[in-house]
Structures are given as structure tokens and as C-alpha cells.
Nanobody, 128 residues
Framework: QVPLVESGGGTVQPGGSLRLSCAQGGYAFSVYTMAWYRQAPGKERELVARIVSRWPSDLADYADFVKGRFTISRDNAKKTVFLEMNNVKPEDAAVYYC????????WGQGTQVTVSPWGQGTQVTVSS
């Protein structure tokens, strides 16, 4: 079993940015096409972007609904794939997962992206 660990999610305001990361355990990484997927409540999981290693530059492909806003990248030495999310829209709210394309690995826990005009807030604690 090859573990996938996604991170970087959180609450972002519309128009804001987030950077997601996904680290893969195991041995084989660079030879596979890696991808980001997302699943919103009540919807099917959908492909967001994918990337294949090529020299001199990797090749990336995006779903129409994120083209021009999201950027996928990878670091084969660290077995990590990234998703830079810019100009986030309310409809981008979902749990984001990474996997190979096609998704042959066991799914990880994903990382939640919430889009809110209020942002994530900040806790204030008053203690005497």
C-alpha cells in the first residue's frame, strides 16, 4: 500500500489563494502521471489537474473549470505534487485528493478547502 498524504487546505476568501501539497510514500513516483482530484458534498469525485514528468519541462493538463487559475507542479526528489490555487471561487470548495492518473492508489484522507467571505477567523482568548 502506497500512502498519500494531502495537506495545505483551509478556509480561503473568494479571490484568495492556497497551495496544496501531497506527499507519496513508497518507491515509484517520477514515472507516473500524478493528479489532483476533488469531491464536493453530494457530487462525484472529479479530476482537477494532472502532470507527467518530461524533460526539459513537465507536461500539465487542467480541467476547464480551473484553467488559468490553478497550477500543478511536482518535485520528484521529494515525491510530492503541488496544487497552487489562485483566484479561488466558491465552487472550488471541496475535499482535494491526489492520486495517480488513472487513480490506482488507495485514496488518502484528502485536504478540505472551504471558501468563505469571512475567512478562517482568528481565535482570541482572554485569560486572567
Amino acid at each position: 500500500q502506497v500512502p498519500l498524504v494531502e495537506s495545505g487546505g483551509g478556509t480561503v476568501q473568494p479571490g484568495g489563494s492556497l497551495r496544496l501539497s501531497c506527499a507519496q510514500g513508497g518507491y515509484a513516483f517520477s514515472v507516473y502521471t500524478m493528479a489532483w482530484y476533488r469531491q464536493a458534498p453530494g457530487k462525484e469525485r472529479e479530476l482537477v489537474a494532472r502532470i507527467v514528468s518530461r524533460w526539459p519541462s513537465d507536461l500539465a493538463d487542467y480541467a476547464d473549470f480551473v484553467k488559468g487559475r490553478f497550477t500543478i507542479s511536482r518535485d520528484n526528489a521529494k515525491k510530492t505534487v503541488f496544487l497552487e490555487m489562485n483566484n479561488v471561487k466558491p465552487e472550488d470548495a471541496a475535499v482535494y485528493y491526489c492520486n495517480r492518473d488513472p487513480p490506482t492508489l488507495t485514496w488518502g484522507q484528502g485536504t478540505q478547502v472551504t471558501v468563505s467571505p469571512w475567512g478562517q477567523g482568528t481565535q482570541v482568548t482572554v485569560s486572567s
